[in-house]
């Protein structure tokens, strides 16, 4: 926490690493799909979508805990 407050560009830094971590956990959950062999290309945007559909729900949830930690 301490060097996200002395350091001015953290916020962005931060994101632009989000963003990779997200675009290698999606190829390597894609490369997975393929491996297995489930439908062959078609199962790579059924696991996308279920992948963000995991990550709505960790949303929303972590969303609801600090509605509820706040009142």
């Known amino acids: 926490m301490r060097a996200m407050h ?3 560009d953290a916020p962005a830094s931060m994101t632009i ?3 990779s971590l997200g675009n290698a956990v999606g ?3 894609g490369g997975l ?3 297995a062999g489930w ?3 078609a199962s790579v ?3 996308g979508a279920v992948r963000a ?3 709505f729900v960790v949303i929303w949830l972590m969303c609801d805990r600090v509605r509820v930690a706040a009142d």
């Open 45 to 47: 945007p059924v696991a």
């Open 27 to 29: 190829a390597g959950i």
């Open 6 to 8: 002395a350091a001015s």
């Open 53 to 55: 559909f995991v990550g």
């Open 33 to 35: 799909a393929l491996r």
């Open 39 to 41: 439908w062959r290309c």
């Open 17 to 19: 690493a989000a963003f």
